[in-house]
């Protein structure tokens, strides 16, 4: 069963098993505006829990993409260089940014689940 959790800092991880499939929420894209450029990690990259995993630029911004769980890079959204307002267009499907084999499950417990990810936007 896929699961979706989501970091304050408005990162989703789509867990699947051990893999997870990290992008950033419709939130935060509403909030940078139309996108016209990402920076994506590396192919074996190893990531930490809220290290820096990317970037995303808007007509708006610049803001650093952060990673929600820690584990390997092993596949990238090649897509995203060539039609990056697929992020805004789709952000929670066709917009993902990579995709990570976790190294400690136990990381989800700091996420939000769908439910409190979205009380918390609420108070923003």
Request: glycine share 10%.
């Amino acid at each position: 069963m896929t699961k979706i959790f989501f970091s304050e800092d408005h990162e989703y991880v789509r867990i699947d098993g051990a893999i997870g499939t990290v992008g950033i929420s419709d939130y935060a894209q509403k909030a940078l505006g139309d996108v016209v450029y990402v920076e994506l990690p590396k192919i074996g990259d190893k990531l930490v829990q809220g290290g820096q995993a990317g970037v995303v630029e808007s007509v708006k911004s610049a803001s650093e993409v952060y990673s929600p769980v820690s584990g390997e890079v092993f596949e990238i959204n090649t897509a995203l260089t060539g039609d990056p307002a697929q992020i805004n267009q789709d952000p929670l499907g066709k917009g993902w940014f990579y995709k990570i084999k976790i190294s400690n499950e136990n990381e989800l417990a700091a996420l939000k689940n769908e439910t409190a990810y979205n009380a918390y936007i609420q108070s923003l």
